[in-house]
């Protein structure tokens, strides 16, 4: 008898499902400029006091304060975005791009757009992996792949982007969303049967 032995490439767990996305096409140069302005402002004196929603206590209180403060994050991303528009003077539809994720792992994720990328563009996403808990994720990715395909008449681009200088919460809270993810859909299965 013959044993096959397959070789899995992937380090991390992946969820095939989809959300929206909002995604913004930046150069090398504006991504090392916050990167180095993001190391001036959480000096390492802040280091490691990062907060994690899904690690926190499962109380109903901490879940609003968790909830608050992702708020809260949401409207100070909403203000930069005004402020940019208004300092560059350029139009919402240049700066951010719809898309749809999809296939998301802790290392990278696929996503589904009607505008032409370029292999090698750095892309930063914002997008909603879960509302309950709330997991939103704000990250930055280098394109690694572009697959143009025809659907229905309709040009459509399938983005491999693989994420840069993910923190360890970050990843983790994808991983979590991904593992929610599948046990809804398998609770989802057994009640069907």
């Given amino acids: 008898m013959i044993k096959m032995v397959t070789k899995e490439r992937r380090a991390d767990v992946r969820g095939d499902f989809t959300f929206q996305i909002k995604y913004k096409i930046m150069t090398t140069e504006e991504f090392?400029?916050?990167?180095?302005?993001?190391?001036e402002i959480f000096s390492s004196s802040n280091e490691g006091q990062s907060f994690d929603i899904i690690?926190?206590?499962?109380?109903?209180?901490?879940?609003?304060?968790?909830?608050?403060?992702?708020?809260?994050?949401?409207?100070?991303?909403?203000?930069?975005?005004?402020?940019e528009l208004l300092s560059k003077d350029r139009?919402?539809?240049?700066?951010?791009?719809?898309?749809?994720?999809?296939?998301?792992?802790?290392?990278?994720?696929?996503?589904v757009t009607e505008q032409p990328v370029e292999s090698g563009q750095i892309v930063k996403a914002k997008f909603f992996l879960s509302k309950l808990p709330l997991v939103v994720m704000d990250i930055f990715g280098k394109v690694i792949r572009v697959v143009q395909e025809d659907e229905d008449g309709r040009v459509l681009y399938k983005v491999g982007i693989k994420f840069l200088?993910?923190?360890?919460s970050d990843r983790e809270r994808i991983i979590a969303s991904v593992f929610q993810k599948q046990r809804e859909d398998l609770r989802k299965r057994k009640n069907k049967s």
């Fill in 32 to 39: 090392e400029d916050l990167k180095r302005f993001d190391k």
């Fill in 55 to 83: 690690a926190s206590e499962t109380s109903t209180e901490s879940t609003a304060n968790a909830a608050l403060i992702n708020y809260v994050l949401q409207i100070d991303e909403k203000l930069d975005q005004i402020l």
């Fill in 91 to 111: 139009s919402a539809a240049v700066l951010f791009r719809q898309g749809l994720g999809q296939n998301i792992s802790g290392s990278g994720m696929q996503i």
């Fill in 165 to 168: 200088d993910i923190n360890i």
